[in-house]
C-alpha cells in the first residue's frame, strides 16, 4: 500500500524559496499522478501543482504558476514542490496525494481544484511565509 511522507516545511520571509519532499514507500510512485495541494484551516483544499505520470505535463493554478515547479525522481522514490518568491498567502500545511492516471485528476489543478479520489496522501507539512 502506498504511503507518503512529506517534508520541508518551515518558517522563510516574503520572497525566500523553500523545497518540499514527498518521499513514498510501499509502491512506486512513477505509477501514479502525483499532485500537491494545500490547506489553510476554515478554507477550501487548494491544489497546486499536479504532474501526469505518462506525459509528464504538470498543471498550476494562477496563484503559483512560475513561482511553484514539481518535479519528480523516480530514483528516490520522491516527488518534489520547488517554491520560490514565496508570499505571506502561501502559508498553509502542504501535503502530497497520488492518483490513478484513470482519475485524471491533474487537469483540475490548473483551477486550483483539490479532486477526489487519491490513492493515497500524506499527513502534511506546515509553510510559513512571515516577515
Known amino acids: 500500500q502506498l504511503q507518503l511522507v512529506e517534508s520541508g516545511g518551515g518558517l522563510v520571509q516574503p520572497g525566500e524559496s523553500l523545497r518540499l519532499s514527498c518521499v513514498a514507500s510501499g509502491s512506486t510512485l512513477d505509477d501514479y499522478d502525483i499532485g500537491w495541494f494545500r490547506q489553510v484551516p476554515g478554507r477550501k483544499t487548494e491544489g497546486v501543482s499536479c504532474q501526469n505520470k505518462d506525459d509528464g505535463i504538470a498543471y498550476y493554478p494562477t496563484s503559483v504558476r512560475g513561482r511553484f515547479t514539481i518535479s519528480r525522481d523516480n530514483a528516490k522514490n520522491t516527488v518534489y514542490l520547488q517554491m520560490d518568491r514565496l508570499k505571506p498567502e502561501d502559508t498553509a500545511v502542504y501535503y502530497c496525494?497520488?492518483?490513478?492516471?484513470?482519475?485524471?485528476?491533474?487537469?483540475?489543478?490548473?483551477?486550483?481544484?483539490?479532486?477526489?479520489?487519491?490513492?493515497?496522501r500524506g499527513q502534511g507539512t506546515q509553510v510559513t511565509v512571515s516577515s
Open positions: 496525494a497520488a492518483y490513478r492516471t484513470r482519475m485524471r485528476a491533474c487537469p483540475g489543478v490548473k483551477h486550483g481544484l483539490s479532486p477526489p479520489g487519491y490513492s493515497s
